[in-house]
């Protein structure tokens, strides 16, 4: 079995710095219905039509991926409450995520709407993220 970050490093150098946090932060993360986007099937298509070791199917690449994409760690999954209604963050709060952030786990999952009879429901994040945020959330 090839080591994962060796994958991750040589499709790293393959399409640079800027596709690839941007590829990474779009893979999704769980295989249910969803697929890459047309752009990241080509990018992928690509990089292994020239590494064909390194060839994965979608639930590969999934898993490959489930990483932060600013801090390179494997995602944690954890169950938070479901808040049923409308929630809306700061915009200020969303650009603070982003940038500093950006995979740290919100505190509960917004129904926005929809009919969810879960009580709790699972999210991905960086362990690394959710430090920073606590940080910054402890100097304001």
Known sequence: MVDPAEIRSAFHNFVGDERYRKFVSMVPLATDGTRLRFWQ?????????????????????????????LHGNPLTQRLVPVQHGCVDFAPEYWQTRNEFHPCSPLPFISTEGRD?????????????????????????
Do not use: K
């Not at 992928?44 to 064909?52: D, G, R």
């Not at 969810?116 to 304001?140: D, K």
């Open 41 to 69: 099937e080509h990018a992928w298509e690509s990089f292994t039509a020239e590494h064909p070791q390194f060839t994965l199917d979608f639930a590969g690449i999934v898993e490959l991926f489930r990483i932060c994409h």
């Open 116 to 140: 969810i009879a879960e009580t709790e429901l699972p999210i991905w994040f960086c362990a690394e993220c959710e430090q920073i945020e606590l940080s910054r959330q402890r100097q304001t």
